[in-house]
């Protein structure tokens, strides 16, 4: 959960059914020993909590309204006692809350100040925000060393994760609010329908679906439960019709001894029959075995020589070994600028790893000048495939089920440690008055919504910058200034944001904000059409009514009396020459 680990909120849902008094004030820090009886079987629970998870729960409780109403006022009575025992999520919590002004005005330096015990304790999540903080000078003092710092922390516990696991959160695919086309059940209703097929696929005797399918079950993800079994046997599937990517994954399971004895005898041979076919994964693994000695005597030369070529080959995780090779000076000499380059090469395909270490390196000045801000991106990009990202999908499922107050709180969350995608979506829940009067007037919300919409606009996102635009424009949360609204569009446009660049030329057609200038207001119409075909009919609209003030300039600017007097004297001279025509016929 995003608040709190999974077992908390079981443990919640297990008081809430055991049952408390009104008040909440049952002596839980003893333990409990309750009895739930349902229908003839009867479950025992013997919970045993610290007193300050007792408080932090009780506080989470009233905060969110589970159970109870929303209290704000409770919720940080609770936190303050859990705090005061040197609970670093209570101290998360009220730094939230003092720093969106829940149950009080908005107090930032306190907010900051719970934020930095709360870090100093290990928190992960005030770690990230006040690295965002001090990465943006957002209520603090602007500091990139000090944001490179504190995101690095972050970062290191992500790739610690990675490794320990293999699972990578490199991409993740958060659904931004303003433009989702469908519905994420939608979307997994199709998934499952893909999968389906692809298990159909792989029990029919399709290797690439049999590989396919045993990677979901060997990692799990995407509906697929975690079943090592059920990989072995899709992998033996392939590899019986020699495919080389169900070889490799074959060898890879006896190299590990996943589901099956560690052989690495028979993982060479696998990873020795998948090469020859050209598999760069099973390249690397060869490289590494003959690198360390698995199963063959080391030998440096031709690992290297195998890494390399499952490097050239296009494998990441080759590219990260040489460059870790590079980057420590083990086995080789220490080469900065060759580890820099193969991290690189990895980073382009996505690796975790490679993210960090380059990160690393322009933070320290490794094989490259140093570059603090380059360093901090970098970070921040590792820090948010934290499991904390996880906040976001949580948020949307509360989206889904329209309890938009609960998707709001935790969208406001991830936008406080800097996920732009919270930022953005909050802004758009507020924006829309979805959770009517949520900071107590209409007013207020709309200052709020603009206030996370300038926080992703601060990221480069276009639709917010977009949508600044608008607030200005319209005197939204803020005074209408045309000026201001032209500075976000141009912003907006700069981004290729077609609905921006045709209000530039909106604005320039009617002089608002911007110079009136009706050649500038085509060329964005123009552009902003270039930029999205789909806006023909708006812009074919616009184009006809600017067509129409071309000609209003053109008749204004037109001497209507020089060129009646023209037509004066060509009438005059024509009346000449038909009278002397006429004498000389007589």
């Excluded at 330096?109 to 015990?117: E, G, I, K, Q, V």
Aim: proline letters at 2%.
């Amino acid at each position: 959960m995003s608040r709190f680990i999974l077992v908390w909120m079981m443990i919640f849902g297990i008081l809430s059914i055991l049952g408390q008094s009104d008040d909440g004030g049952n002596d839980l820090s003893e333990g409990l020993e309750e009895t739930l009886v349902e229908g003839e079987e009867v479950f025992e629970f013997e919970i045993e909590l610290a007193p300050d998870d007792i408080l932090v729960i009780e506080g989470f409780k009233y905060e969110d309204g589970e159970g109870v109403d929303r209290n704000y006022t409770m919720a940080i009575k609770y936190y303050n006692e859990s705090a005061a025992l040197g609970n670093d999520e209570a101290m998360y919590a009220l730094g939230f809350l003092y720093g969106t002004g829940k149950g009080g005005p908005v107090n930032r330096p306190l907010s900051n100040l719970y934020h930095a015990f709360a870090a100093q304790g290990g928190n992960i999540k005030s770690t990230m925000t006040l690295a965002y903080k001090l990465m943006m000078g957002h209520a603090l003092v602007k500091s990139c060393p000090k944001a490179a710092q504190r995101y690095e922390i972050v970062a290191a516990s992500v790739v610690h994760e990675f490794e320990e696991t293999g699972i990578m959160r490199f991409k993740e695919d958060y659904v931004r609010l303003s433009t989702q086309a469908e519905s994420v059940r939608d979307k997994e209703k199709e998934q499952e329908e893909i999968i389906q097929y692809y298990t159909d696929s792989a029990e029919t005797g399709d290797p690439a679906a049999q590989v396919t399918v045993g990677t979901l079950h060997l990692y799990g993800g995407y509906g697929v439960q975690q079943d090592d079994a059920e990989a072995l046997r899709f992998f033996r599937m392939a590899a019986a019709q020699q495919d080389p990517s169900g070889t490799w994954m074959l060898g890879h399971m006896y190299l590990h001894g996943i589901n099956v004895t560690q052989d690495n005898t028979t993982a060479l041979k696998l990873f020795r029959s998948a090469a020859d076919k050209g598999h760069p994964q099973a390249n690397r693994e060869l490289g590494w075995m003959h690198l360390h000695g698995y199963g063959v005597p080391p030998n440096l030369e031709t690992g290297m020589k195998l890494l390399k070529l499952a490097a050239d080959m296009g494998s990441p995780e080759a590219q990260v070994d040489l460059a870790d090779l590079y980057y420590d000076g083990v086995k080789v000499k220490l080469d900065y600028t060759e580890a820099y380059n193969y991290y690189t090469k990895a980073m382009a395909q996505g690796h975790l790893t490679a993210l960090y270490k380059l990160a690393v390196m322009h933070h320290y000045g490794l094989g490259t000048v140093p570059h603090c801000q380059m360093a901090v991106q970098l970070y921040k990009r590792v820090a948010e495939r934290s499991s904390w990202g996880e906040i976001l999908h949580e948020a949307y499922e509360f989206y889904e089920q329209g309890d938009y107050e609960r998707s709001l709180r935790r969208y406001e969350e991830a936008a406080e440690m800097g996920f732009e995608v919270g930022q953005s979506n909050a802004g758009f829940i507020l924006d829309n008055n979805l959770v009517p009067k949520y900071y107590n007037n209409r007013s207020r919300d709309l200052e709020m919504a603009l206030e996370y919409y300038r926080d992703s606009a601060e990221q480069k996102n276009p639709g917010s910058l977009l949508k600044i635009g608008d607030y200005y424009y319209e005197g939204m949360g803020a005074e209408v200034n045309f000026e201001k609204a032209a500075k976000y569009y141009q912003a907006a446009s700069e981004l290729r944001s077609a609905q921006a660049t045709f209000n530039l030329g909106y604005m320039h057609q009617l002089g608002l904000g911007l110079p009136k200038d009706l050649h500038l207001a085509k060329r964005n119409y123009d552009m902003a059409y270039s930029m999205d075909g789909d806006a023909w009919l708006a812009v074919g609209l616009a184009l006809a009514y600017l067509a129409t003030d071309f000609m209003s300039e053109w008749v204004a600017w037109v001497a209507w009396d020089s060129i009646l007097l023209c037509i004066l004297f060509v009438l005059l001279i024509g009346a000449l020459i038909v009278r002397n025509r006429l004498v000389h016929h007589i």
